[in-house]
T-cell receptor
Framework: NAGVTQTPKFRILKIGQSMTLQCTQD?????MYWYRQDPGMGLKLIYY???????DKGEVPNGYNVSRSTTEDFPLRLELAAPSQTSVYFC????????????FGDGTRLSIL | GENVEQHPSTLSVQEGDSAVIKCTYS??????FPWYKQELGKGPQLIID?????GEKKDQRIAVTLNKTAKHFSLHITETQPEDSAVYFC???????????FGTGTSLTVIP
């Protein structure tokens, strides 16, 4: 049971570089989410998707973009990396939205120097 | 939007003692309250959840209580073991919303 898989696990970027964080799930879940986790701050929602072709902003979307071309994949794009984007990024999925449990990947630790 | 507060931020207990973590929420429309455990280097894992139509739920050594009137819910871990050491997060959401609102986490250390 793979669940939610995130790649890479670690990455160091220079300021101004771009990269894509990959997320895939094999549970046929409709909803997918991207969070960032900063020390002592809990998890903040960046973007979410309720199904293929549909995405929406969360609490902290600035500096990020997403796409959802398939049910399985939900990549997160950083276009111009900034030090403030140094964080641990988690992808999650759920069968439906609202009051359904979310299943998380093991995260991507990203440092912007 | 919803605001979830979690206390304490750190908690140390002796092995075998009980641990209690408390969360409050602000939006009366919230009706689903999951608890997640996060071990070092891993993603959060759901350990128990409760919906607003019940006041308490138990799963072996773990229990969650909900007081809708006061808008607070708590995680209770009994007979703690070293493997319970982790960061615990509470969250709140409603069935009309697509966003979970997370507390800031509690780092639990169980001392052998």
């Amino acid at each position: 049971n793979a669940g939610v898989t995130q790649t890479p696990k670690f990455r160091i970027l220079k300021i101004g570089q771009s990269m894509t964080l990959q997320c895939t799930q094999d549970m046929n879940h409709n909803y997918m989410y991207w969070y960032r986790q900063d020390p002592g701050m809990g998890l903040k929602l960046i973007y979410y998707s309720v199904g293929a072709g549909i995405t929406d902003k969360g609490e902290v979307p600035n500096g990020y973009n997403v796409s959802r071309s398939t049910t399985e994949d939900f990549p997160l794009r950083l276009e111009l990396a900034a030090p403030s984007q140094t964080s641990v990024y988690f992808c999650a999925s759920s069968r439906e939205g609202g009051n359904q449990p979310q299943h998380f990947g093991d995260g991507t630790r990203l440092s912007i120097l | 939007g919803e605001n979830v507060e979690q206390h304490p931020s750190t908690l140390s207990v002796q092995e075998g003692d009980s641990a209690v973590i408390k969360c409050t929420y602000s939006d009366s429309a919230s009706n689903y309250f999951p608890w997640y455990k996060q071990e070092l280097g891993k993603g959060p894992q759901l350990i128990i959840d409760i919906r607003s139509n019940v006041g308490e739920k138990k799963d072996q050594r773990i229990a969650v209580t909900l007081n809708k009137t006061a808008k607070h819910f708590s995680l209770h871990i009994t007979e703690t073991q070293p493997e319970d050491s982790a960061v615990y997060f509470c969250a709140a959401t409603s069935n009309t919303g697509n966003q979970f609102y997370f507390g800031t986490g509690t780092s639990l250390t169980v001392i052998p």
